[in-house]
T-cell receptor, first 115, second 112 residues
Framework: ETGVTQSPTHLIKTRGQQVTLRCSSQ?????VSWYQQALGQGPQFIFQ???????GRGNFPPRFSGLQFPNYSSELNVNALELDDSALYLC??????????????FGPGTRLTVL | SQKIEQNSEALNIQEGKTATLTCNYT??????LQWYRQDPGRGPVFLLL?????KEKRKERLKVTFDTTLKQSLFHITASQPADSATYLC???????????FGSGTRLQVQP
């Protein structure tokens, strides 16, 4: 069973640029959530995808968008990057039923730095 | 608005002692509460889940309590070891939306 993987591990961008982060969910998991974690803070929910549809969104502007593919992998896109977007971006996969329902399995994260 | 508070100051304890971490919340009626461990530069790792109708849950050296009247959870690590040193995150969830609301975490340092 493969865990959640994310790419790239680190990324440096400048203000105004666009970025795409990628996530492969744990085998068999059909739900993917994205979180932003600023230094010294807990993760903040960005949005969740279930069967390729957005299934809930946190308090993030529309320039944060996402996709989920038929194999349940996912992308997070951020347009018009701002300095405050510098953070660790975490992807988490989960199931909608079964004994591990409600557990979120996190990837190692992508560290984004915006200069 | 919903607020989750964890002790922002690091907790330093001696090896072998019991570590107790606190999670308080306001303006929230969660269906369940979870605790995660996070090491520097890594994603959180799930430890325990406790539901609103449960008072206590145990797993090996870990114990979680959940008091919905006080709006508080306590997380205990007994016989703590230096390898337990990490940041511990409390997260609340509800049945309608599987997204989690996290606290900012408490850093635990176990001294040998």
């Amino acid at each position: 069973e493969t865990g959640v993987t994310q790419s790239p591990t680190h990324l440096i961008k400048t203000r105004g640029q666009q970025v795409t982060l990628r996530c492969s969910s744990q085998s068999g998991h059909n739900t993917v959530s994205w979180y932003q974690q600023a230094l010294g803070q807990g993760p903040q929910f960005i949005f969740q995808y279930y069967r390729e549809e957005e299934n809930g969104r946190g308090n993030f502007p529309p320039r944060f968008s996402g996709l989920q593919f038929p194999n349940y992998s996912s992308e997070l896109n951020v347009n018009a990057l701002e300095l405050d977007d510098s953070a660790l971006y975490l992807c988490a996969s989960s199931l909608t039923s079964g004994p591990t329902y409600n557990e979120q399995f996190f990837g190692p994260g992508t560290r984004l730095t915006v200069l | 608005s919903q607020k989750i508070e964890q002790n922002s100051e690091a907790l330093n304890i001696q090896e072998g002692k019991t570590a107790t971490l606190t999670c308080n919340y306001t303006n929230y009626s969660p269906a369940y509460l979870q605790w995660y461990r996070q090491d520097p530069g890594r994603g959180p790792v799930f430890l325990l889940l406790i539901r609103e109708n449960e008072k206590e849950k145990r797993k090996e050296r870990l114990k979680v309590t959940f008091d919905t009247t006080l709006k508080q959870s306590l997380f205990h690590i007994t016989a703590s070891q230096p390898a337990d040193s990490a940041t511990y995150l409390c997260a609340l969830g509800d049945t309608g939306r599987r997204a989690l609301t996290f606290g900012s975490g408490t850093r635990l340092q176990v001294q040998p």
